[in-house]
DNA sequence: CTAGATTTGTGAAACATTTCACATAAGCCC
DNA sequence: GGGCTTATGTGAAATGTTTCACAAATCTAG
């Protein structure tokens, strides 16, 4: 497939956001204009978007709503079920475990480990938090398609080692750290520190 | 100032991050290339982002680290004290409100707001959480630089627009939802079904 | 069926960011 | 000091992204 960038693909999932709720406000047409008024963009960007994974369209009417809902899900890869594991058992794993965003769309935690032997044994939401050690052994049991790294900074780049070594190609990094990972593996972290820097910067 | 790419702001930030662990090491040098290869990128790219803020090594040489740290935080803002508003009680907002990083930077929890009144009256990490209602009071009794929303999706816009009128015109947005504001508010947005979906897509 | 009004899809132009490549400066060694 | 090595700073080139502008398609009304 042609290479998309990165800000793309977060602008489709934006639309999607939108078109959702159009669908739910019972709006079954919607034009590269309308959307991009939502979104904060142009309506040459929106067509441009979608023009590079087709033609979903109808010249002087605009887009289905429900039809361009289908596409944007198929495009993202929002149709299958993704098992994850989530490593470390701290602060924001709990308020993780209990988004529902994930579940919305199809990412199941089915794993969760920690190093500390006050959490390991505990029940999270249904499932039972286990040592670190044994990571190898419960993804043979079952395996999963994602990690979520949740730990302290220092432990971060031990754990994206340990999971890649276990075949893990897709990491969530909660962790403040720059992941080093071979090239067949894909990062996204999310790195609350560089926003806070961002905004920082933007207020000088 | 000339307008700076959002880009390189993230990869002063990256940088500033690397320098203080080498700092830690007790390096005391360091090249374009050392600090590219830390950061995954190119020794051009550190050169480039730096030169839009001054000539900051010396030929031959390298960086100074503990020069290029001061610099930094210079650049991003640091240097100061920023007061910020936390609106929303739940849990994210839990987890945030323990994030050494915050502190770190300067930013200073003053004031927790919620509409929950099972929540109002909760003493939360040394702050009682205040009904919203009585924003405007308590603004004008300890004004703020930042607020940080952290409300469910729906009630984002209400929130931002309340904060907006009342002076504020820094926000960081914790909530799935696009917020309009005036010009003049810089708005950052963290928004973890856009890394999902952008990961989802990356697993295509 | 025709004329007019919309709105898509897309090359081409404009703009932005990254990479290249090299002159220049500084340190080091003899 | 002179020659060699290293590494910065920066115009210019290459690459990437967004905006423009318009032909083509579809709908509506008479």
């Known amino acids: 497939m042609r290479k998309i960038a990165e800000s793309t693909v977060r602008r489709l999932s934006l639309y999607l956001r939108f078109l959702e709720e159009f669908e739910h406000r019972g709006i079954e047409t919607v034009s590269s204009e309308a959307l991009a008024a939502r979104g904060g963009t142009t309506s040459a960007q929106v067509r441009k978007d979608l023009s590079f994974f087709g033609s979903f369209g109808k010249r002087?009417?605009?887009?289905?709503?429900?039809?361009?809902?289908?596409?944007?899900?198929g495009i993202l890869g929002l149709g299958r079920h993704y098992r994850?594991?989530?490593i470390g058992a701290g602060k924001i794993g709990s308020a993780l475990?209990?988004?529902?965003?994930?579940?919305?769309?199809?990412?199941?935690?089915v794993h969760i480990f920690d190093t500390d032997p006050a959490k390991i044994g505990r029940e999270w939401n249904g499932l039972t938090v286990r040592d670190v050690k044994q990571m190898a052994a419960e993804f043979e049991r079952l395996p999963v398609d994602i990690a979520v790294i949740v730990t302290p900074a220092e432990a971060a780049q031990a754990v994206a080692d340990r999971v890649v070594k276990l075949g893990i190609t897709?990491?969530?990094?909660?962790?403040?750290?720059?992941?080093?990972?071979?090239?067949?593996v894909v990062v996204k972290t999310v790195n609350l520190?560089?926003?806070?820097?961002a905004l920082s910067y933007a207020l000088t």
Chains 1, 2 share one sequence.
């Open 60 to 73: 002087g009417l605009g887009y289905s709503v429900l039809e361009l809902v289908g596409k944007l899900r």
């Open 84 to 86: 994850v594991a989530m």
């Open 97 to 109: 475990v209990q988004y529902r965003g994930f579940k919305a769309r199809g990412f199941e935690i």
């Open 170 to 184: 897709a990491i969530l990094n909660f962790a403040p750290a720059q992941l080093t990972v071979p090239e067949d």
């Open 193 to 197: 520190a560089l926003e806070l820097e």
